[in-house]
């Protein structure tokens, strides 16, 4: 069980966004989950090195995966890890889309799909009323 001070320090790190697709909490009609980087299932801890603050979509499209397939190369891709790589290594948002700039990126737009109608959509009325940030 993850305690109150542990999810309180996930969420500061996180600045109350979400770690994969930067989605603020005070835009989301759900709260954003503390999730397990490694999952549970996968022999992953509740230490705060392994969790990552996560919007709803985030975190249900990553479930327990680790990796991710990029069908040009045929090869298994590492996703994302909030803790070791840095975003705008792996990311950039051009418009109202995130691209991915690594095949990390890549893999991890891609299953976790930040670019699905509904996050364009929020995207763009974020960006009309200027909180796109």
């Known amino acids: 069980m993850i305690d109150a001070a542990a999810r309180n320090l996930v969420r500061?790190?996180?600045?109350?966004?979400?770690?994969?697709?930067?989605?603020?909490?005070?835009?989301?009609?759900?709260?954003?989950?503390?999730?397990?980087?490694?999952?549970r299932q996968h022999g992953g801890s509740?230490?705060?090195d392994n969790l990552a603050l996560a919007?709803?979509?985030?975190?249900?499209?990553?479930?327990?995966?680790l990796t991710g397939f990029d069908p040009e190369r045929g090869e298994i891709v590492p996703l994302f890890h909030p803790r070791r790589d840095?975003?705008?290594?792996?990311?950039?948002?051009?418009?109202?889309?995130i691209e991915?700039?690594?095949?990390?990126?890549?893999a991890t737009v891609?299953?976790?799909?930040?670019?699905?109608?509904?996050?364009?959509?929020?995207?763009?009325?974020?960006?009309?009323r200027g909180e796109l940030a």
Not at 55 to 65: A, D, F, T, V
Not at 86 to 97: I, K, P, Q, S, T
Not at 116 to 126: F, N
Request: one cysteine or more.
């Open 12 to 39: 500061r790190r996180a600045d109350n966004r979400c770690e994969y697709c930067l989605l603020r909490q005070e835009h989301s009609h759900f709260t954003h989950h503390i999730e397990h980087i490694l999952s």
């Open 86 to 97: 840095r975003w705008a290594e792996h990311f950039v948002r051009r418009g109202l889309r």
């Open 46 to 48: 509740d230490n705060t």
């Open 110 to 128: 891609m299953l976790l799909g930040m670019n699905d109608a509904r996050r364009i959509d929020l995207r763009a009325e974020l960006s009309a």
């Open 100 to 106: 991915g700039l690594t095949l990390i990126g890549q």
């Open 55 to 65: 919007c709803h979509r985030c975190n249900l499209n990553k479930g327990p995966n």
